[in-house]
Structures are given as structure tokens and as C-alpha cells.
């Protein structure tokens, strides 16, 4: 079987399976938020792998994504050789049609889900029965997704079904015989008079589940001995009898002797004993099978630490409160709520003690609504809360919140007792009111988590509402994102160079990006990178990058007067991540035919805060090809130094906030100083950025630094200009003149 899975299942359902279950963490972005997810990731994970019932994801096309050993083991397989397959694959050519109406009917969404009984070809080529129960995955905007499948399996029960269906033939010839059959079955069976429920006869395992003993049954009915946990059941039962003669798979729950309760699956049919019509039929304990769906939904649903709806369920429920308001007019109410300064408390006192501030904010929360109305939790201190029905005009909906609003921070502002001490906590929030059906339930979370910004904004422990001039703002950056998108698609992007100086002499440059963007003209990297940092369109951008400043040095290496320049490509941390990014930069040196001697690539400190052995094995790698590494911004992280020694670095790069200040500010200056001693002491090269007058430079240079860059020799330009920059500095070299006309400080060489 293929193990391949099937192409474009929805990522998103994985990472926000991750996130709804996620536990305590120190933001979402903290090393305790990270074991958080990760502790109640193996939670689901194992409720999933563990759970009696086997369960199924498949695809809307009939893929199988996932399955759990339950249902490996039922066919035969394992769920390595299960993933990839199409689930028709392991199903009887005569049974395909069924699975095929029962996709359609979920797909015109005509029922939530649906039940039967089919058979499965096991990989020893035997056929086994399973009942199944299949419903839809939505994502947030209640798009189906996928197919979740709970199969049991009913082979015992089948052939219960065949033994009875035998007797009921050999009844005729030979009542010893269906008596074994009857008392042998695993399944409780019973004859019970249609029109009383009288039991006529039972079987030893009705009388072991039940614990009734054979005369406290035979003679009695089933609502005498209310048997029944809801006798409308029993109505239901007999409804479809007369109606079809036959009932398959009613769930029903039961009543034992002692008063425990258990469900039961029951399948009856109708039959006639000295012509009194009797009901035949046989039922079997799946309390197992009802607690682990039980169990999956509330992992897949509920937040596990408060108990409280997770993300999932809180944008279906407000999914449904907006397609409610459409209908009928009633202004609703979204709040936002982010705990102030809780990674710090997380950090000083424990995440246990954090997971006990949750909780009880949990309850608070739940303390300050309406039983209509909905609280979630939705990230690590993140809240949500729902408010239902606030009125016809948005300004009493508007003063309604506020009221609740107020109400929910003065109590999360109260004292905690946790673990035995006092602890206090605040907490901003941003409220979007609804009502008019014309929002989408992301949009509406949008706006509320953008006024809870303004809260923080604002000094935290305040409430701000959701105004249009934000919305403004979200807009137009939606709109930049597709048109970025756009622009990596069109390659509208281009590099520009900014000279690298070393003594006098232009020894390399930095490649600096700008967008040549079809409407608003050349666009330096402040308009885009923040953006495609945020999206993950760094990467394809980088990829760009890359491919054309090596382009350039394979351009550069076909003349002898500028073979010798290298070329400095700024690498971000998202891009450097990437499991081929190795590869990958060796991929385009080979293709380009460019030096990987004269590639330098620049990387931040921020690469460095996580996993550095990673970091320091791929930059390792890469030198081995030739490739050189510098550190940029060096001196504006909190671990320079800590990383240095260990770092397979090839040149420093003082920032050029330093540079900038150091001759008006006596601790730039200091600072500046001190990094040009240590290049020396590590004896690592040291360029420093941002140099714009001579006295700047002078000063660097007394100080022992001689490698420059800076709109004191050039602004970054476009390749053309930078070829007649080299060239202006070729002609005054070969000249022999003692100054340096080629410095350019208005950028045009």
C-alpha cells in the first residue's frame, strides 16, 4: 500500500489540533509554552493511539491521513502501511457504494453524521465486519476538512446475528439446539412481547451484564424493571419495528440491577411466537467505546488545564452567534483578554503556580457571564468571552460590554492565594461589537485582539473598544501582503549594493533589497521585511535574494578587476531554519557557477537563541564549501559574548547605532570601543556599519578598525551605478591621485 500521504491535507487542522490542546505556557512563543503544547500534544496523542474504538481520518477524497492501532489492528495493518491509501483500497467492490452515499449525505451537510455497518478486507485477504460512524471536520469558517471515523468492530456480534439467524431456522427441527446457540452467545439476547415488553426469555449474558438473576426477569417487563434509562428508548424501538420490522444499532443507555448505568448497542427484529409477536433482540456493552469518544471530543473541544472551550469550539460557536445575528438583528459582543506581565510570574514563581492562576481566571471568568454566553481560552494567557444578545443598537451593545468588561477586570485584578501565597494580576482587553452577519468569525477575533493591542498600548489593565481607523490599518496590510505575495510570483524584487571599504580600497558589498513595486515605485526593506517575517514569505524572498547575488558574483568573477569582490547577503532566521536551507544555498553556488569563497552570509543574534548546536553544525557545513559567516548588529543582543567563543564566525559588524553616536555619547562611544578591542583580542575582522562623516571614520580608525561601510562612500545602489563606482575608483587608483573623489555622499557615483 502507499505510505505516502495524500497532497494538500490542511496544515492548519494539525496546528490548531497543537493549540487547542495547548496547556500552560510562558506566551506562545516561550521554551514553557513549548513543553506545555508539547505535554498535552502526547496527551491527545495518546487518547488517540490508546482508545479502544479505532479511529480514521481520511481525506474528502478518500485518503487515508491517519489512524490509530485500534483500526490497524482490525485490518490487519499497520498504520504506517494505512497512511497514503485510499480506504476503497482495503473495502469489498460490493460495499463501495455505501461509503460513497455516505459521503455525499455529510458533504450536502443533510445530516452531522452518519452510521452503518460494512466490511473491510483485512490483509490476509479475509473480510471483517465493523460498524462505523463517520462524521465532518470543519475548519474555523465551518469548511469541511476532513472525514473523522470511529470503527468498532461487530465480528463477534455478526456472528451472533448468523447464530441466531440459525437457530431461528433450527427452532423448527430442534429446540435443544437453539437453546445452546441462544445461551452461548457473548451478546446479551432476549424475547420480549412487542406490545408489553414482557420478557419471554433471556440468555446468561443479558442476566451477567444486567445482574438480574433468570426469576427476577422471565414474567417482568423492561419498564417494570426500568431497565430502560429513558423509556421514550424503548418507544423509539418499537416505533421503527412496526414501522420496518427490523431495528439496527440503536444506542441506548441501560439500568443494571445495582443502578450503574451502561450503553448498549442494540440491534431487534420482529418474530412471532405461537402467533404473539415477540421482539428478538440482541445488544452489547459499549460503555468502553462511548467513554473514549467521550474523551476525544473533550481533548479535541476543551482546554484541558480550565476546563473552558479551546479555540476550536469558541470559533465554532461564533461561527453560529453570527450566522444568529444575521437573522435576527441582536448586537453581539466579543472581548479579548490577555493577562498582563504572566511570563514574568511564570518565570519567577513556576508555570504550576502559573497553571493555578489560569485556572482560577478561568473561573472568574465564567463567574462574570451568563450561561449563554461563552468563555475560552484560547492560547497560553489568552481569554475570549461571547456575549449574547446585547441589543438592537450597537451603542447599548457597546455599553453592555463595557459593564461586563469592567466587571471581568476588577475581578481578575483581586488577590490569588496559589500554593499558599498572594499573588496579584491585571489585564488588558479590546471589545468588538456585532451584529449585522457582515463579518467573518475571524475578522471579528481580529478586531478584538487589535483593541486588546491598543490596551496594552494604553499601559496595560485598561479595555479598549475596536475602531474603524484600525481596521484601516489591518486592511491595508492584508493588502500589501497579496501584493507581496504578488511581487515573489512576478520577481519584481532586485539588489541593490552598498561598497564594503578596507583601507581605501572596495573590497566587497552588501546586497540590499528593494521592490520595484508596479504602483509605488522602488520600496526600500522597512516597507515589506517586518511583513514578510510575520507571513513566512520570507523564505521564497530570501530564496530570491540569494539566487541573484550569486548571479551577480558569477558576473563579477568573468573581470579580473572585480573577481576579488565578495558579497554580503543578509540571512533571517526563518529562512536559515529551513530543513533544505543548506542544501539549498549549495544548490544555486552550483547552478550560478558563482564562488562560494566570495559569498558571506550575515546572520543576527536572534538566530542564536534557539537550538544553537543546529546553528553552529550548519554554519559549519557550509564553511566547509568556503562560505564565510559575519555577525551583524553585534553589540545590540543580551549574548554576544556568551555565543562568540563558539561561533565558526569569519567578521564582526559593529551596528551602526553605535557608530551613529559614539562621538556625542560617551557610552556608545565606550561601547563601540570596547567591540573593536575584543575583534582584536578574538582576532575576528571587524567592519563597522553606518559610517557617514571622516571623523567618524578617523575616529574608528585610531581605534584600530579599518574595514567601513556607510553613506559616507556610498548609499546603496543599483548594480549599474555600483559597476561605475568601481570603475571611478579603478581610474583614480590608476591615476595615482592622493584623495578619494569616489566617495559619494549623496549616493550617485
Known sequence: MRTTAEEGIPVAIEEEEAVSASGNAAGPEGILGT??????????????????????HTSLQGRILKCNESFARIVGYSPEELVGSNFQEITPPEDRDGGKAAAMHLLSGEVSNVSFEKRYLRKNGSLTWVTLTISIQHDDE???QFFLTLAQDINARKQAEELLAAAQEALRVSEERYRTAFQMSLDSINLNRLSDGIYVECNNAFLETTGYTREEVIGHGSIELNIWENS??????????NRRGVCRNLEARFRKKNGEMYWGLMSASVIELEGVPCILS???DISEVKTAQDEIRHLAFYDPLTELPNRRLLLERLRQTVTASKRSGRQRALLFIDLDNFKSLNDTLGHAVGDLLLKEVGERLTGCIRAVDTAARVGGDEFVVILEDLGKTSEEAAARAGSVAEKILSSITQPYVLAGRECRST????ITVFGDGKESSAAILQQADIAMYQAKAAGREAIRFFAPELQAAVNARAALEGELRQGIR??????????????????????LLRWNHPRRGVLPPAEFISLAEETGLIVPLGNQVLEHACRQLAVWSQRAETAALSVAVNVSPRQFRQADFADRVLAVLESTGANPKSLELEITESLLVEDLEET?????????????????????????LAYLKRLPLDQLKLDGSFVR?????????????????LSGEVNLPLLAEGVETEEQRDWLAGLGCHAYQGYLFSRPVPVEQFQLLLDRVREEEESGAAAAPWICRTGRP
Open 35 to 56: 513543553r506545555w503544547l508539547r505535554d498535552n500534544e502526547e496527551r491527545y496523542r495518546a487518547s488517540f493511539d490508546q482508545a479502544a474504538v479505532g479511529i480514521l
Open 142 to 144: 465551518g469548511r469541511p
Open 232 to 241: 421514550a428508548d424503548r418507544g423509539r424501538l418499537v416505533e421503527m419495528l
Open 282 to 284: 440482541i445488544s452489547r
Open 427 to 430: 489585564a488588558s482587553m479590546g
Open 490 to 511: 512576478n520577481r519584481e524584487f532586485e539588489l541593490w549594493y552598498q561598497p564594503q571599504v578596507d583601507r581605501g580600497r572596495v573590497v566587497g558589498a552588501e546586497a
Open 616 to 640: 553552529i553544525a550548519i554554519m559549519n557545513a557550509l564553511r566547509s564549501h568556503g562560505l564565510r559567516f559575519s555577525l551583524d548588529d553585534f553589540g545590540t543582543g543580551y549574548s554576544s
Open 661 to 677: 553616536d559614539m562621538l556625542g555619547d560617551a557610552t556608545s562611544r565606550a561601547i563601540a570601543h570596547a567591540i573593536i578591542w
